[in-house]
């Protein structure tokens, strides 16, 4: 079997909370704000050892779970509005593509 490039810590938890560790870690990552364009990606590969597009998958899984609602409600909860809003986006830019191509 091969070696994986980010470490397995799903499995530890804190003590105080019902969410792993690294999931704990990544939601507090999120609090912080970034005054250039790539500064958050270097600071997750940097903190994290995951490239951006892992980092996210974990992060939107860790939205979807209620142990992180409980462990930080506020934060989840604007993350959740943030990422629907960008579905819905992505989804209004799809009909405006298919309705443009179906008048041709």
Do not use: C
């Not at 490039?5 to 799903?10: F, K």
């Not at 939601?27 to 903190?47: P, Y």
């Not at 899984?61 to 959740?80: E, N, T």
């Amino acid at each position: 079997m091969g070696a994986t490039a980010e470490p397995d810590d799903t499995s530890r938890q804190s003590p105080d909370s019902a969410i792993p560790e690294r999931v704990q870690r990544i939601l507090e990552f999120e609090h912080q704000r970034w005054r250039h364009a790539g500064a958050k990606e270097e600071a997750i590969r940097t903190q994290f050892g995951l490239s951006a597009a892992r980092y996210y998958q974990l992060l939107n899984a860790a939205l979807d779970d209620p142990g992180s609602l409980v462990f930080d409600p506020m934060l989840v909860m604007r993350l959740q509005r943030m990422r629907d809003a960008r579905t819905q986006a992505r989804s209004a830019r799809r009909v405006g593509d298919q309705s443009a191509t179906d008048h041709s």
